[in-house]
C-alpha cells in the first residue's frame, strides 16, 4: 500500500499534535513541582531557621571547649566540610526565602495583605499556628484562608523561580 499525499499530511497533522500535548504536558508537570517546592520550601522554613540557630549555639560551644575537650577520633576535616556546606547552603536558603518574602509584603496592596498575613501565620512566624487560630486571627471563613494561603503561594513562587513557573498560554 502507498501512501498519498493525503495521508502523509494527515500522519505529520497528527504527530505534531501529539508532540505538542506531550510537551503542554511536560511544562504543566513543571509549573506544579514548582508549586510544590514552594509548599515544601515554606513548610520547612521554621526548620532551616532552628537549624541556623543550632549552628550558632554549636559553635559557641566549640569555641569555648579546650582542645583536649575535644573527641578527635570523632573529628576529621571531611565531616568538618561536609557539616559547614551544609550548614552554608541552609543559611543561604533561610536568607533567600527571608528575603522573597518580605519581597512579597511590599508587593501586596493594602488590600492584599492578608494574603501575606496568613502566609507568614502559617510558615514564617516562629511559633506555629493551626489553620483554625489563623482562621480565627484573621477573622475569615475556611474557604477564604485556603484561597489567599494558595494565591499567596502561587505569588510568592514566581519570586522563588521567576517566570517559569508561571503558565504563558493563559495571558
Known amino acids: 500500500m502507498k501512501l498519498t499525499e493525503e495521508h ?14 506531550e510537551k503542554q504536558k511536560e511544562e504543566e508537570e513543571k509549573r506544579n513541582q514548582r508549586h510544590h517546592n514552594t509548599v515544601l520550601l515554606l ?6 531557621v532552628a537549624h541556623c540557630e543550632q549552628i550558632k549555639t554549636e559553635l559557641v560551644e566549640f569555641e569555648s571547649k579546650s582542645i583536649q575537650d575535644l573527641n578527635l577520633d570523632e573529628i576529621n576535616l571531611e565531616s568538618i566540610e561536609s557539616i559547614k556546606r551544609s550548614r552554608t547552603k541552609t543559611l543561604a536558603m533561610v536568607l533567600f526565602i527571608k528575603s522573597k518574602v518580605m519581597a512579597y509584603k ?32 484573621e477573622s475569615i471563613d475556611r474557604s477564604t484562608f485556603y484561597r489567599h494561603l494558595n494565591k499567596a503561594t502561587k505569588e510568592i513562587g514566581v519570586l522563588f523561580f521567576g517566570v517559569e513557573i508561571l503558565d504563558l498560554t493563559k495571558l
Open 8 to 21: 502523509v499530511e494527515l500522519i505529520t497533522a497528527v504527530v505534531a499534535r501529539t508532540l505538542q500535548e
Open 106 to 137: 511590599d508587593s501586596c496592596s493594602d488590600d492584599e495583605i492578608i494574603k501575606y498575613r496568613i502566609l507568614e501565620k502559617k510558615y514564617i512566624i516562629p511559633k506555629k499556628m493551626t489553620d483554625k487560630q489563623i482562621i480565627e486571627s
Open 43 to 48: 513548610n520547612n522554613y521554621r526548620g532551616f
